[in-house]
Each structure stands twice: as structure tokens, then as C-alpha cells.
């Protein structure tokens, strides 16, 4: 089962359990009607891929009318779709899907903002893995819709080796040796990350290579720049700690690479979006 359909399926049977004794009591069972999405605060949307799902899950007959799709900048009053179709199905899927869309939609509004001022600079913007568990997928999906970049997905999918690494292993050079007979070992090739905390720990790395990018944690913009310019395109750089939105600029002049924020996946505000019935 692909996993976005089975962490839907997990969301509604969490939410409808045996079933929707409100609806079920008030509404007639073949009661049908129309309801809309509005926007009720400015943003930009993400998450009705998503909604579309919840909806074929709970009931296929719905028909949805798409008026704003996802990545679309929206204001207060918008109309993102209609549904029409089974009173009780829709007010079923209500909450699910709002859950989904007003997260994802925050995260792909904050996201939008902190691009939008590293726009004309070589930067790109990251998320991490500090995400809400069981939501990772929807939660990175919104950063990409939002205009950033996906980081590894999980520990899988690329090799990160931070400070308790290096600690644990005994050094840098002992991790990075370390980390290369593995992979040979495993048959795998992944991407080979370092995080360094000054100037001792980057001479180092630099020293050894086999990396494939190196990056600068709790560096100042200036140190941020001078380090950049130490490594002069040898590896990819990121810089990463204390960097929020009114300071991200400062440290994109620098020239790095890429700029990891974990407040656009766990700091955020999700945006007030509801489902309204129509007369």
C-alpha cells in the first residue's frame, strides 16, 4: 500500500472510529449537498492533492470542484474548491481534511516567506527532519509546494554525520573512514554530509575530503563567510543553527549553498481555512 494512502486511511479511522453518530442522527441518509473551502486568512495553499484523497477514500462519489490548486498564493475570501455530493460523506471527511490542509498550507506559507527573501542569492532553503511523527511526508511535500528543497526524507536515505557521531566514533577522521567502509561494505552510495562546529573541525574535514558536503553549525554570517570562502566550491556548503527569518539574508550573502531552517516544519502557524455548507 503506497504510504500516503495508508497514513490517510490511519487519520480517518482515527477520527471516525465506529462512526459519525452526529450526522448519522441529524442528517437523512441520502441527504445530498454542496459546501466550499474558504479561505479565511492570506497564504498560499498546499494539501488539496491531499484532500482529494481523503475524499475518494471515505466516498468516490463526491465530485470536487478544483477552483485554486496547490502552490497557488491565496487571500482571505478565496474559494479553493466545491464539493458536491453525500451530506453525511462530506462532514465525515470535514476534519481530515482541514487537518492536512491547514498544516500543509502553514508550512508552505512559511516556507514561501523565507524564499522570498533569499530570492536573488544563490541560496536555497531546507527543511530537516524535526517534523511531526507520522506527518513527514505531508509536512516536506508542503516545503517543496511552499519553494523549498527537501533534505533527506529519513536516516536512510543519506548520510548525515553530526557532532555525537564524531564524538562517539572518536573523531573525524575515524567517523568519515568509518562511514566509507560501511557504505563499501553495504553496497550502497549515498551522499556523505559533515556537520563542523569552528574552524579546527572545517581544516580538518577539508584536509581529509571524502565528503560530499560540509555543514557550518552555529557559524556567525562573517565566520559563515570566511568559511564558504576556505572552501571555494571544493564541497557543497549548509549552514544550519540560530538562522531564523529575520536573519536568514545576513547569512545567504555569505554565498553557502543551502540555509536548513527547522522552524518551517515545527514552528508554525497553520492557516485558517474552513469548510462552509452552501445555501
Known sequence: ???????????????????????????????????????????????????????????PEISMQILIHDGARVKKGD??????????????????????????????????????????????????????????????????????????????????????HVDFAGGIKKAIEAEHTYLKNKGKKLKIEIEVRNFDELDEVMNIGKVDRIMLDNFSPEDLKKAVQLINGRFETEASGGITINNIKGYATSGVDFISVGAITHHIKSLDLSLKAVE
Not at 6 to 30: F, N, R, V
Not at 39 to 55: F, N, R, T
Not at 104 to 119: N, R, V
Open 79 to 164: 474559494i479553493v474548491f466545491y464539493l458536491t455530493g453525500s451530506c453525511r460523506s462530506m462532514l465525515i471527511a470535514e476534519r481530515t481534511m482541514l487537518n492536512f490542509m491547514q498544516r500543509m498550507s502553514g508550512i508552505a506559507t512559511s516556507t514561501y516567506e523565507y524564499t522570498k527573501i533569499l530570492a536573488g542569492t544563490k541560496t536555497r532553503l531546507l527543511d530537516t527532519r524535526k517534523t511531526t511523527p507520522n506527518m513527514r511526508i505531508f509536512e516536506k511535500m508542503a516545503v517543496a509546494i511552499g519553494g523549498g528543497m527537501n533534505h533527506r526524507m529519513g536516516l536512510y536515505d543519506m548520510v548525515m554525520i553530526k557532532d555525537n
Open 1 to 59: 500500500m503506497d504510504i500516503i494512502e495508508k497514513l490517510i486511511k490511519q487519520a480517518i479511522t482515527e477520527d471516525l472510529g465506529d462512526g459519525d453518530h452526529t450526522s448519522m442522527a441529524t442528517i437523512p441518509e441520502k441527504a445530498n449537498g454542496k459546501m466550499k473551502l474558504l479561505v479565511k486568512e492570506d497564504g498560499v495553499i498546499a494539501g488539496v492533492d491531499i484532500a482529494c484523497k481523503v475524499l475518494k477514500e471515505i466516498d
